[in-house]
């Protein structure tokens, strides 16, 4: 499924070239060529979904674990010192293309980037008369995508020494 006027389906599609470094059966990552910082990498679904919530959720998990695997691979290529991975999701979050994209940016101390925003203090009512909005709907919404799911068993992975080395070398990157 694809949208022939979204610039991102034409990168799908191979008609409009792009800096390809992963691509597999449901996901494209591709460098950001107007990026914030130098590795600026999406991530894309090949299908045309304009926003988050028209994505399934199988996808949505599989371009997440793909989004983590592009922030270590930038850890351990570019020497950065972290990211930042975001949606915008809707035109007044800044989404300016409508196809559904994760940015993975790498991030250096005192790059100039700027994703910071000041924070407003809301009062106790606000935040209750939220909360009660939102909470039914939300847990409705979880549990009732979660009863469709057919469940399934999984078996402990056995960690190698190389494995090891990996998760024991991502460790020192927490701060």
């Known amino acids: 499924m694809s949208n022939e006027n979204c610039i991102l389906c ?3 599609g191979n008609q409009v070239p792009a800096y390809v470094i992963y691509e597999d059966d449901i996901a494209l990552g591709i460098l950001d060529v107007n990026g914030a910082q130098l590795g600026h990498t ?3 679904p090949k299908n045309h979904y ?5 994505v399934p959720d199988e996808e949505i998990g599989h371009l997440f674990n793909v989004a983590n695997k592009i922030s270590s691979a930038l850890f351990e290529k570019m020497k950065i010192q972290g990211t930042n991975i975001y949606v915008t999701n809707g035109i007044p979050a800044g989404q300016r293309v409508a196809h559904f994209m994760i940015n993975v940016i790498p991030r250096l101390e005192n790059d100039g980037i700027n994703l910071q925003w000041a924070p407003k203090q809301l009062g106790e009512e606000e935040m209750s008369t939220v909360e009660l909005k939102l909470k039914d709907q939300a847990q409705t919404a979880v549990v009732s ?5 057919p469940s399934k068993v999984v078996e402990h992975a056995v960690v190698s020494d190389d494995d090891e080395d ?5 460790l020192n990157r927490i701060p």
């Open 50 to 54: 304009p926003i988050l919530e028209q």
């Open 42 to 44: 999406f991530i894309i």
């Open 145 to 149: 995508k979660q009863a469709k799911r």
């Open 166 to 170: 990996y998760y024991a070398g991502h």
């Open 10 to 12: 034409q990168i799908v």
